[in-house]
């Protein structure tokens, strides 16, 4: 199982990010994907999740109405599209999933995509 972040940079408050996580090694379209972020000297925090069909998503109620999550099932990748950023969302994004494995679920979680959020 990999999956593998891209798409943070440096944007100024009020700007816009898409982020991307590429999955390999499961079947993608069975499980559910998630985004967290982890802001210096913060716990990690789950941002949104969304179904394996993409019909159900949840967002963290601080980005309600600026953050997308979607997936594209035939290119195994996940997305957050971030709009109105603000400083506050500076982090370090991860995805996750839950995966079964033989018998067992286990967590899988990308390295990581930087997003600074500055003027």
């Known amino acids: 199982v990999q999956l593998v972040e891209s798409g943070g940079g440096l944007v100024q408050p009020g700007g816009s990010l898409r982020l991307s996580c590429a999955a390999s090694?499961?079947?993608?379209?069975?499980?559910?994907m998630n985004w967290y972020r982890q802001a210096p000297g913060k716990e990690r925090e789950l941002v949104a999740s969304?179904?394996?069909?993409?019909?159900?998503?949840y967002y963290v109620n601080s980005v309600r109405g600026r953050f997308t999550i979607s997936r594209d099932n035939a290119k195994n990748t996940v997305y957050l599209q971030m709009n109105n950023l603000q400083p506050d969302d500076t982090a370090v994004y991860y995805c996750?999933?839950?995966?079964?494995?033989?018998?067992?679920?286990?967590?899988?979680w990308g390295q990581g995509t930087q997003v600074t959020v500055s003027s």
């Open positions: 996750k999933s839950t995966v079964r494995i033989q018998s067992a679920f286990r967590d899988y």
């Open positions: 090694g499961f079947t993608f379209s069975s499980y559910a």
């Open positions: 969304i179904d394996n069909v993409g019909g159900s998503k």
